[in-house]
Each structure stands twice: as structure tokens, then as C-alpha cells.
Nanobody, 121 residues
Framework: QVQLVESGGGLVQAGGSLRLSCAAS????????MGWFRQAPGKEREFVGR????????DYADSVKGRFTISRDNARNTMYLRMNSLKPEDTAVYYC??????????????WGQGTQVTVSS
């Protein structure tokens, strides 16, 4: 059974930092591209960033470019999202996903349950 489990969310002040983790099990982690998405209340799920299976390439939404960094450790079956200079508009539930290297949610096969990130002003 495939499981993706996010952790590391919480409440942080604007300008602060958080690091999210996504621990994978039940799949050949190193064979999948991975992505981060987020969904704020009343809004659609949106692309945050993605990383290739080997970690050699990453891509980010314009709204987080220069502030967020995705990395992965295939030996630990874990992906990370380092978030710096957080803004209140970054408040959302953050999801990790495994699938194709895409910004489109529909091209990801597996999803985690999400972790809440709240940024106070």
C-alpha cells in the first residue's frame, strides 16, 4: 500500500521559515517525480513546485520562486520543502504527490493527506 505522509506544518509568523517533509512508503520512490501542492480555504489546489526522480531538476510556481526550495533524499524515501520568508498568503494545506514531472495535479498518481501551514501577519 502506497503511503505519502507529510509533516512539519504549523503556525509561523510572517517572515519565518518552515521545512515540510514527505515520507513515502510502498512505492519505488526513486522512480517517481514528486510535487508539492497547496490548497487554501475556498480556493482550488495549486501547484507549488516539483522535482525530478533523481533530484536534478526543480521547478516552482512564480509565487514561491526564490523563497521555497524542494529537495529529496532517495535513500530515505523522503522529499522536503524548505519555505523561507513566509507570507500570510502562503497559508494553506500543503500536499505532496508522486507521479509525473508536472505542474498539473491530474498527472500525479499518489497523494498525501496534507499538513496545515498557517502564517500569521
Amino acid at each position: 500500500q502506497v503511503q505519502l505522509v507529510e509533516s512539519g506544518g504549523g503556525l509561523v509568523q510572517a517572515g519565518g521559515s518552515l521545512r515540510l517533509s514527505c515520507a513515502a512508503s510502498g512505492l519505488a520512490f526513486g522512480s517517481y517525480a514528486m510535487g508539492w501542492f497547496r490548497q487554501a480555504p475556498g480556493k482550488e489546489r495549486e501547484f507549488v513546485g516539483r522535482i525530478t526522480w533523481g533530484g536534478g531538476s526543480t521547478d516552482y510556481a512564480d509565487s514561491v520562486k526564490g523563497r521555497f526550495t524542494i529537495s529529496r533524499d532517495n535513500a530515505r524515501n523522503t522529499m522536503y520543502l524548505r519555505m523561507n520568508s513566509l507570507k500570510p498568503e502562503d497559508t494553506a494545506v500543503y500536499y505532496c504527490a508522486a507521479g509525473q514531472y508536472s505542474s498539473m495535479p491530474g498527472l500525479y498518481d499518489y497523494w498525501g493527506q496534507g499538513t496545515q501551514v498557517t502564517v500569521s501577519s
